[in-house]
């Protein structure tokens, strides 16, 4: 069964820092993808990063990373400068062999001035 | 590139109404995802379709949800009847499959009454 695990229901961070959000899975598929969505309160789902289970570096795209640890099973989005409009619900999906996604429960980020 | 459309954007009707959520998925894709959003179950995957065929339905509820796709541009989740604990917000999804991420419409807010 496929499995994403975000254990952080809601997180703090100032203005400007770093701040990790978790994210596990469990998959037995060899080839897999995994991805971050933001939803911002007005609803939309934002597509953010990809991270290709082959791919040996980490993904970056501008100010958010992916720290991919596959042995391990794990896929923390780390976004870098905090802004106020980083403050969101953030979601892990995984998709698996057969192009089903799967997404965890989410991570309710607010950023403080 | 227009994005997914889904109409309409908020829908309220009563219990034992009859419902139809539309999607007009992204040209080219060929992967299309019915998706419900709710505080308990978070983000459940109701049924995907490929090159317009039904690949998975078994996260639709039960027999009142049907979904079709008859072309290649369009798509129907129908509730019949409708229920309370149908409300949510009801995103449809696509992408082309492979590494690409799944691109949402806006949703539609659905409340039974």
């Known amino acids: 069964a496929q499995k994403i695990t975000q254990t952080q229901p809601g997180m703090f961070v100032q203005e400007k820092e770093a701040v990790t959000l978790d994210c596990t899975y469990d998959?037995?598929?060899?080839?897999?993808?995994l991805f971050w969505y933001k939803q911002p309160s007005s609803g939309e789902m934002i597509f953010l990063i990809y991270?290709?289970?082959?791919?040996?570096q980490n993904a970056t795209e501008g100010r958010y990373s992916l720290n991919f640890q596959k042995a391990r099973k794990s896929a923390n989005l780390v976004i870098s400068a905090s802004q106020l409009g980083d403050s969101a619900m953030y979601f892990c999906?995984?998709?698996?062999?057969?192009?089903?996604?799967?997404f965890g429960t989410g991570t309710s980020l607010t950023v403080i001035p | 590139d227009a994005g997914v459309i889904q109409s309409p954007r908020h829908e309220v009707t009563e219990m034992g109404q009859e419902v139809t959520l539309r999607c007009k998925p992204i040209?080219?894709?060929?992967?299309l995802f019915w998706y419900r959003q709710t505080m308990m179950r978070g983000l459940e995957l109701l049924i995907y379709?490929?090159?317009?065929?039904?690949?998975?339905d078994s996260g639709m509820p039960e027999d009142r949800f049907s979904a079709k796709m008859p072309n290649a541009s369009f798509s129907t989740l129908k509730i019949q009847p409708s229920e309370p604990r149908d409300s949510a917000v009801y995103f449809c999804?696509?992408?082309?499959?492979?590494?690409?991420?799944?691109?949402f419409g806006n949703g539609t807010r659905l409340t039974v009454t």
């Open positions: 999906a995984m998709r698996n062999t057969g192009n089903q996604f799967y």
């Open positions: 999804a696509s992408n082309h499959g492979g590494d690409s991420p799944l691109h």
């Open positions: 040209s080219g894709h060929d992967y």
């Open positions: 991270q290709g289970s082959y791919d040996e």
């Open positions: 379709f490929n090159n317009n065929v039904p690949i998975d």
């Open positions: 998959t037995s598929d060899q080839s897999y993808g």
